[in-house]
């Protein structure tokens, strides 16, 4: 049995930028980390000529073509299996749809378990470039690049996305007492709303394509955001940083009318009455995680379960996409 996982992420600054409606134009730049919960992927063979899928619902086939689940049958068409007679299964520490990029996460991880199974070495790069493919390519989904790159490199790094495409990744370069520091005073709480990030995604995506003035101007802004959160980190101002997480949120929400909601406006008003220096929704909006940086835990914490919100600690910066059993 194959044994994989890829974590899940969170956006430090830049978001949004890295869909290929913006940068093909302008390029892109964001920063994203990756954090200590997962998306699992296991493959192991089977005796009858059978294919089994199992994720939150159930295939049995004899033919990967008849694949209904379309990120798995794009991966097992990519990938050169020498028989396709397997049991796939998938789980997570955090169900999708709630802005921590599961869907880039489960891609690499299924990949690296497929080319792990044809004994085939794939570095980050790839695996991540494959995911790409599969996602915006072959399937037409109205993503960017950061999940798959980032659920495959992990740590705390810079992308840019350049016009032809090409992704450079840069480890963040922070002090250790500076990253303790941000790991210690970022605090994430789930809203108790899940959505699915194409819709907003695809207002986003049409508007650039149209050059819309009033987004492209909105993506430039949070595109320098992106580069001021890095000097910003790099120097250990990190409730400059929260502040710039704030001056992002007010943006961001201008970006689409699914964005938030009145529940969550309220939630995040509490917070920053409570110690929030700054803080944002997680993902492409709508509803999942609030995440804020705060020097005020104890105080935060009590707020937003007056709110009912749940609290999920994290670590940041682990490991890219990994095979843990093999």
């Known amino acids: 049995m194959i044994i994989t996982r890829s974590p899940l992420r969170i956006t430090l600054g830049g978001g949004g930028t890295d869909l290929p409606s913006y940068y093909q134009e302008h390029e892109g730049f964001l920063i ?6 997962y998306v699992y992927v296991t493959v192991h063979p089977v005796f ?8 939150s619902q159930m295939e049995r086939l004899t033919s990967h073509k008849d694949v209904q689940h379309p990120i798995i049958r794009e991966a097992l068409q990519l990938v050169a299996l020498p028989q396709p007679w397997m049991e796939i299964t998938s789980m997570a520490d955090i169900p999708a749809g709630t802005g921590l990029g599961s869907s880039g996460s489960f891609t ?18 790839a695996l ?6 599969i996602e915006i390519d072959r ?3 109205p993503v960017g690049k950061q999940d798959q790159y980032i659920a495959a490199y992990g740590g705390i790094t810079c992308f840019h996305f350049a016009k032809d495409g090409k992704v450079t990744a840069t480890p ?11 790991e210690d005073n970022l605090v994430m709480f789930f809203t108790g709303q899940s959505r699915s990030a194409a819709s907003i995604l695809a207002d986003q995506n049409t508007k650039t394509k149209q050059s819309d003035k009033t987004m492209l101007e909105n993506l430039h802004f949070v595109k320098e ?4 959160s890095k000097e910003a980190l790099e120097s250990g101002d990190l409730a400059g940083f929260g502040a710039l997480m704030h001056e992002h949120w007010e943006f961001k929400r201008k970006r689409s009318q699914g964005m938030s909601n009145p529940f969550i406006d309220e939630c995040y008003e509490h917070a920053r009455n409570n110690g929030a220096i700054g803080g944002k929704l997680i993902g492409a909006g709508g509803g999942g995680f609030l995440m804020f940086y705060t020097e005020d835990k104890m105080r935060l914490r009590t707020a937003m379960r007056e709110k009912n919100l749940r609290e999920v600690r994290f670590h940041l910066g682990v490991e890219g996409t990994k095979v843990v059993a093999s």
């Open 225 to 228: 955001l992106g580069y001021r």
């Open 48 to 55: 009858q000529e059978e294919l089994i899928l199992k994720y």
């Open 139 to 141: 399937l037409g989904d």
């Open 172 to 182: 963040l370069k922070m002090s250790e007492e500076a990253r303790y520091t941000l």
């Open 32 to 37: 994203a980390a990756a954090i200590d919960k």
């Open 108 to 125: 690499t991880a299924l990949l690296k378990a497929l080319h792990t199974y044809c004994e085939n070495f794939i570095h980050p790069e």
């Open 128 to 133: 991540a470039e494959q995911a790409c493919h």
